[in-house]
């Protein structure tokens, strides 16, 4: 549903409103397993992504969408007992035993808190009418857990550059705090394992270089006195066989390069001696050699007459030819131009208010359609890399990732994934290794881009099922479909939702 005219509802969502819009999808079966499976991940990491938008609603409703389709709907797709989709499933129930059901648990207090208070606050409203269906942008906006509760509500198109530069701006910080954990000896598992497990609190001393830095040296220190001990083998008053060590022990880190910094040199202090006596000048007698002679007295005669003679006389004043009085106040401003009218500048949000940008359209479920940004260097590079595979004509595929950012999706990134070529088709392999990629790189699948080399721009039939399998749990996917031989030379293709794929 397109149209937006209101701002924004104020009513927070409860946990039933939640809960029922994530379990709002249609599961279809004529969807290969391999994309319902990558959807789980996909909506795992949309929760991650809302969560550090201090989105909770948002993540409350991917949380409980993940845990529906895994727990309920995954065992019930044909393919399911395969052994290659036995083996993608094994980690989602993991995930869903370890983390999903210890994340869902924090975050329903503070929905309902929210709840609570909101309805505390407005007891004198009258009460809510019968639910219905919402048929309108700004029915289906008020069920939108990303635009309630407290937060300032823009539109992407109206705000382009604003939109861009918080992108610009949470990319930077995102890959800062990447680098400065792997600078800090942190390993890519460990990162995730701590995002994942929720460890917020023990994460932000690595996006604080000071800290990391201390960390590491009281580690050293620690490694340092430990083998210390055990070289003196005073480690616990005995010292053990190594051969009969049940586990290697690691050996200490180096320590860190000393430098030697070369400081001007200073003279020591000495206590200054006093003298009590009283201070006399110091005569020095050389008898040896003769005084100089002294000088003539002056005659202050002839200085005296030079002083009484008569000063000489003033010139004479000369009248000026002009005279240009100095400006009066009047004029002075008169001359100075008129201050220019003051703009409207928009207050940024408060500590605890989000900024979003509202969705462009809305499905019949409730799902957003949020803004996509695509780099406009994109396109020419992707035909720079499969030039190639052009010339001879074989397709080629790229994916299209990228991260959201207060409820908009930024694509910053082009996949070129290890693939199978032929003149009519491309096929992705090893598609783990791209998720884990993706995974430790905080990227989302966006959507992809191919090339028809000899054919002209259309979405084939093989085409229109790939791309649903990207657009079961991202409706803003899209696909790009480039024929560099023909025009146009391009087009942009999504699925349309309601359609029916046999």
């Not at 040296?217 to 190594?242: F, P, S």
Request: contains cysteine; proline residues 12%.
């Amino acid at each position: 549903m397109n149209g937006p005219s209101s701002p924004r509802p104020a009513r927070p969502m409860s946990i039933k409103e939640i809960t029922n819009a994530a379990e709002d999808f249609e599961f279809r079966t004529t969807i290969p397993f391999k994309y319902w499976a990558r959807s789980a991940d996909t909506l795992f990491q949309e929760a991650t992504f809302a969560l550090q938008d201090r989105d909770i609603r948002k993540a409350y409703q991917m949380l409980w969408r993940h845990s529906v389709l895994v727990l309920s709907h995954l065992k019930t797709h044909p393919d399911a007992k395969l052994p290659e989709n036995k083996a993608l499933t094994k980690p989602l129930f993991k995930r869903q035993q370890e983390e999903v059901f210890g994340l869902l648990e924090s975050l329903k207090p503070q929905i309902d808190r929210d709840y609570d208070e909101w309805q505390q606050m407005n007891a004198s409203q009258k009460k809510a009418e019968p639910e219905k269906r919402p048929s309108s942008y700004d029915e289906f906006a008020a069920r939108d857990p990303t635009l309630s509760g407290n937060a300032k509500i823009l539109d992407a198109a109206d705000n382009q550059e604003l939109a861009v530069s918080l992108a610009q701006r949470d990319f930077k910080r995102r890959d800062a705090a990447r680098k400065a954990t792997r600078q800090a000896g942190v390993s890519e598992e460990e990162e995730q394992e701590r995002r994942k497990g929720g460890r917020w609190e023990d994460w932000e001393q690595f996006g604080n270089p000071a800290a990391a830095v201390a960390t590491d040296e009281d580690e050293i220190r620690r490694q340092i006195e430990a083998t210390r001990r055990r070289l003196d083998g005073t480690d616990g008053g005995r010292q053990e066989d190594t051969r009969t060590s049940r586990a290697p022990i690691p050996p200490p880190r180096p320590p860190p390069p000393s430098y030697s910094y070369h400081y001007p040199s200073i003279s020591r202090p000495r206590a200054v001696e006093w003298d009590s006596a009283p201070l006399e000048p110091k005569r020095t007698f050389t008898p040896s050699l003769p005084q100089p002679p002294k000088p003539p007295k002056e005659d202050f005669t002839i200085l005296r007459q030079e002083l009484d003679a008569a000063p000489p006389s003033r010139p004479g004043k000369e009248p000026l030819l002009s005279y240009i009085p100095p400006p009066t106040p009047d004029s002075v401003h008169r001359d100075v131009p008129e201050l220019p009218a003051k703009e409207e500048i928009m207050p940024p949000p408060s500590a605890k208010e989000r900024l979003t940008f509202r969705p462009a359209a809305y499905l019949e479920n409730g799902d957003p359609i949020r803004p996509v940004f695509l780099p406009t260097q994109l396109r020419e590079a992707f035909l720079n890399i499969a030039a190639d595979n052009t010339r001879k004509g074989l397709e080629m595929c790229g994916i299209l990732c990228g991260r959201p950012v207060n409820n908009a999706l930024f694509i910053n990134c082009l996949l070129i994934p290890q693939q199978k070529s032929t003149p009519d088709t491309c096929e992705t392999e090893n598609e783990s290794a791209m998720l884990d990629y993706c995974i430790n790189e905080d990227l989302l699948m966006v959507g992809w881009i191919h090339t028809h080399p000899t054919q002209t721009c259309f979405m084939s039939s093989r085409d229109l099922h790939t791309q649903a399998g990207y657009q079961v749990m991202m409706p803003e996917s899209i696909a790009i479909v480039c024929s560099p031989r023909h025009q146009p030379s391009y087009a942009i293709s999504p699925l349309p939702p309601e359609s029916e794929l046999t």
